[in-house]
């Protein structure tokens, strides 16, 4: 290997050149679905033609640049490396269809060992979960006529559809001798459709609930409210996430925008009532969840510096505009300066985050 921080790589063997990426369980990229796999040798075939067309350019991009003088301006090695970004760029990234569910668990109380009583309120609540994602994607007539399969490919195999998992809360109850979980599961939507389709099950085509979402966000510098919605908003870039892993078709400032009247609104932002009926009457969405986030910068008496985090949001029922939930969350962190306001902010956006989403489950599961 080469020193001096400089990349080294081995001269492969003919074998090893005429070997096609992949086939001896290493790595098998992307680009082996542009057809065959393809072999190091035509690889570097392929990067002749990328390096000629620099060289009679008479020059390299920056960023190409970068990576040949990181190569150790080894020829070689940087027009492989090039059609392997040019090539993993180009084909892309399949898309993971994600849904996220709240639920809880609980189990009896095994005084001798907590951990047994954890992992089967845990079990529990994972199978509580995959019915709230069946009852999403089936009606009760289509679940009760396919229960058989509900409980034997999906509810029986939870693990195989976990992307991911987080305990929300957790409780022992001496009084009732039973240990509660509450937890938020992210399944593989996706698979979960493939698996249940193989085996007969056929899903209702019904809308995704809506939701319309605006966030009035000025974490960076000074903005007029003119400007507001014209700049992204890290707090409802999160809320918009979770909302679509939760199954919800979530109408964000990028549609909200085409309105093209900024001045309504803002105003429905700030509570007017009659703003957020017109807002409601452009989507026909059930939820609509409006709010501000801000940093408040705070000098304490003995000179210390502090920056709070504050969201203040209200979610409200698209057809009756009924305030369903409300909530202020503030998160205080110290100011050190640079982009502390926006940590801030973006650290009290996962705390409203998660709340908006238990109400949500909550309001979807009794509605």
Request: charged share 25%; proline share 3%.
């Amino acid at each position: 290997m080469a020193g001096g921080g400089r990349f080294a790589i081995p001269n492969p063997s003919p074998e090893e050149l005429e070997r096609p990426i992949g086939t001896d369980g290493g790595i098998r990229p992307a680009m082996t679905a542009f057809g065959p796999v393809i072999s190091i040798r035509c690889l570097s075939a392929m990067s002749e033609v990328v390096f000629s067309a620099f060289r009679l350019s008479g020059k390299l991009p920056f960023g190409f640049f970068g990576i040949y003088t990181a190569t150790g301006y080894n020829t070689q090695m940087f027009k492989t490396l090039v059609v392997w970004f040019a090539l993993a760029s180009a084909v892309g990234q399949p898309s993971i269809e994600l849904i996220s569910v709240y639920a809880e668990g609980a189990a009896p109380l095994n005084e001798k060992d907590y951990i047994i009583s954890r992992d089967a309120a845990t079990k529990d609540a994972l199978g509580n979960a995959l019915w709230s994602v069946a009852t999403i994607l089936l009606t009760q007539e289509e679940i009760e006529f396919n229960l058989g399969t509900i409980n034997e490919f999906l509810i029986s195999r939870g693990m195989d559809y976990v992307q991911s998992y987080k305990f929300i809360e957790e409780q022992m109850d001496e009084e009732s001798r039973t240990y509660t979980t509450g937890m938020q599961f992210t399944f593989f939507l996706d698979h979960i459709k493939l698996v249940l389709a193989e085996r007969g099950v056929t899903f209702d085509q019904r809308d995704k609930p809506k939701v319309a979402l605006l966030i009035d966000e000025r974490s960076v510098g000074v903005m007029d409210d003119a400007s507001f919605i014209l700049l992204p908003s890290s707090a409802e870039k999160r809320l918009e996430e979770s909302l679509v892993k939760m199954g919800f078709n979530v109408i964000s400032r990028g549609e909200i925008r085409k309105l093209g009247d900024n001045e309504q609104v803002l105003s429905a932002v700030k509570g007017d009532v009659d703003a957020v009926s017109w807002l409601a009457r452009q989507y026909d969405a059930e939820f609509i969840v409006l709010g501000r986030a801000r940093p408040i910068s705070q000098t304490e008496d003995d000179g210390s510096k502090w920056v709070e985090g504050e969201i203040d949001a209200k979610v409200y029922d698209g057809f009756t505009l009924e305030v369903l939930w409300e909530r202020q969350v503030v998160e205080r962190i110290e100011d050190k300066g640079g982009g502390s306001g926006f940590r801030a902010v973006r650290m009290a956006a996962e705390t409203f985050d998660d709340e908006l989403q238990e109400f949500l489950y909550e309001s979807i599961n009794t509605r």
